[in-house]
């Protein structure tokens, strides 16, 4: 059994996050005397697989918290000292939902997930009736919605931080619409918020926010009235950021921008950033400059690294952020990824230096590119196993790494990572690169290759 993708359980509410499944999950997560908090997005399934999750870890003998619809990040708040459940599928269509576990403000660990995996495939094991657990109400947007603003308030040293910036924010009928525009607001900005009726339908846009279904904010922001945009997934875990022309503006660069500021402000002498073996080397340029260093980890495993990094430190070294493309943890606020706290950060970065354009001076953006070959699942092992020989030979002046996919870095900072996928049948190409265009030509040949001579 493999319930766990890069990021929680995901998958058809019909044929795979059925309630049964989340009853299942329920039961694994809740234990005797334990306190469990339950958030959801708006999706329409979500108030059945709640339900059916809240059973479950009620008659495991938990007792619950129903948060209610939350942003992920607000979920993540509240788990703060205690187990935390959201039903979520973040960007996928509104088909499908999912089951995103916590504890104390982190994403459970790879062996967290496994011993859920293993109770759900060996069968419930429930206390006697009478341990059984309750549930409650709480309310947690007001208190995160002022954690978020307290943040940021000191990070910037100013009570209106925002004061004279424009933004316009497409909550893409996700759950958005509860968080960001307060923030924003309340910290001095003039917002205008988009499609910031909640709808598990999402009628508006697709709740991925990528350049083809953000057409109607860039259109709204084309004339120049607004500052910057933001873009937030149905769940508020991912931000995208448009400069005050409608482009979007790419996402290592905000990335890089945000590390930088991070690791300017640490006090540590050894600040690290933690990010994937997909993001750009812009983000170690920037880094490097303010004096920090880089360290990646696979996909989907930003809070590994941290406490990988924690670990292996000692009292110099800290983490400062984490981060992999559209999704950023802000470890001086918390443990979880937080796309409402990145809003707030970036706006206060372009406050702070006056535009959008300005914010961008320091990065040399090289071209970026990400292709999708398919590759059946099972097709996945034997083919990566041939790249990691046929990659090296055709490019035998680039340094290898394997740890997280296969990763070939060269001289002049360009790069080239191929990795499957870790939930849909694709071999995944990322390439960095003022040679681009030959440098995934040769790349997908080889690839392409391989999944043939795999299947």
Known sequence: MTLFGTAGIRGSA??????ALALSVGQAVGEPGETV????????TGEALAAAVEAGLESAGADVRRVGICPTPALAFASRGRTGVMLTASHNPPTDNGIKLFADGVEFDHHREETVEASVADGPDLPAWDVWGSSSRLGVLGAYRDAVITFVREEFAAER????????VDCGTGVGALATPQVLDRLGARVVALNATVDGHFPARESKPTPETLTDLAAFLADGSFDLGLAHDGDADRL????????VIHEDTILAVVAAHYTRRATAADP?????????????????????????????????????????GDEDTAVVFAAEPWKHIHTAFGGWIDGVASAAVVSALVADVGDTDALREPVTERPYRKLNVSCPHEAKAAATAALESTLPDAFPEATLETEYGIRLTFSDASWLLVRPSGTEPYVRIYAESDELDALLETAEELVETAVADAT
């Open 14 to 19: 019909e044929e795979t996050v059925t309630p």
């Open 37 to 44: 908090v339950v958030g959801r997005d708006g999706r329409e």
């Open 161 to 168: 931080p925002l004061e004279g910036l424009s933004v316009a």
């Open 240 to 247: 995208v950021v448009l400069g005050p022309d409608g482009s």
């Open 272 to 312: 690290v950033v933690v990010t994937t073996p997909n993001a750009s080397a812009r983000i170690d340029d920037l880094v490097t400059d303010a004096g920090g260093r880089v360290e990646r980890v696979r996909l989907g495993a930003l809070h590994e690294g941290i406490a990988r990094v924690r670990e292996s």
